[in-house]
């Protein structure tokens, strides 16, 4: 496996607090994580946030890093904490408590991919876990810890925007209910992971794009906003999903017709979110 942890894409000149972060939209498949597997590439892809480290890859332009995972989720979950074992593909892996993303299959090292489909005949070894996690999750988190001490450093605060993808049928209970499908879902832990201004400045950026906006459900956001997210330390955290059936054949894991189109909104986006860090430097120093 390439042990390349995360890409990192920095603006020449870094203008706002904001660092936009993408840990499932790895792609780094080695031929030995796919001989492991009993999936083939295509079935093993569809836990992948695929293609979103390229919706926001305005934001270096833009004067805000961009940090993006390098192996894919199915190999390893940034988004979940190092004590998030799943002793079901685990070796001598002990449950920590009652865990539902582990119970479901979804811990720091996945069981299964998208539809409950298992990833592995058995189980790992312990070390083989570990190696993942000293290789791939501690480099990324430390990386992305050092890019908002960096922003709070320079600006007086932080703001992390954790960008995520969503299936379209993962929206379907809205719909049922009778409320306005969401085409963006916005994450902040029902208010505990970053101020409610700033989550607002961030989902009016996208309505003025013409997108619908919900926040939490179905998704309040995981390990990332949670771990992140402290607005009393002037570090605030938000999980952005987006629908993928707005720029990706989903089936497929390609983009649609709609994918240039889609980028140009979200590079407009972007800017605005961008904005909410640079604006409130400038305020500040006046």
Not at 132 to 137: M, N, Q
Not at 245 to 256: G, T
């Amino acid at each position: 496996m390439n042990d390349t942890a995360y890409y990192l894409s920095e603006p020449e000149y870094r203008s706002s607090c904001v660092v936009f972060a993408s840990p499932h939209s790895g792609s780094d498949y080695s031929p030995d994580f796919l001989r492991q597997s009993v999936l083939d590439r295509h079935a093993i892809r569809s836990s992948e946030d695929a293609y979103v480290d390229l919706l926001f890859d305005a934001a270096p332009e833009l004067g805000a890093p961009l940090l993006k995972a390098a192996a894919p989720r199915a190999f390893i979950d940034l988004n979940r904490g190092v004590d998030e074992l799943d002793p079901a593909v685990i070796e001598g892996a002990r449950r920590q408590g009652h865990n539902p993303r582990v119970t479901s299959g979804l811990g720091v090292i996945p069981r299964v991919v998208a539809n409950g489909r298992a990833i592995y005949r058995g189980k790992l070894p312990y070390l083989e876990a570990q190696r993942r996690i000293e290789c791939h999750w501690h480099p990324y988190h430390a990386q992305l810890q050092a890019l908002l001490e960096d922003s709070r450093d320079r600006f007086g605060q932080a703001i992390l925007v954790d960008c995520h993808s969503m299936p379209r049928e993962a929206l379907d209970g809205i719909a049922r209910r009778g409320q306005p499908r969401p085409e963006i879902v916005l994450g902040d832990r029902f208010g505990a992971s970053a101020s409610s201004d700033i989550v607002d400045q961030v989902e009016a950026a996208f309505i003025a794009a013409g997108l619908t906006v919900s926040r939490n459900t179905p998704f309040a956001g995981a390990y990332v906003t949670q771990t992140y997210g402290r607005p009393s330390r002037q570090q605030h955290a938000i999980q952005v999903e987006i629908d993928r059936s707005l720029y990706m054949d989903e089936a497929h894991i390609r983009p649609n017709d709609q994918f240039a189109a889609f980028r140009r909104v979200l590079r407009g986006v972007i800017a605005d979110i961008a904005a909410i860090g640079t604006d409130r430097t400038q305020l500040a120093a006046e």
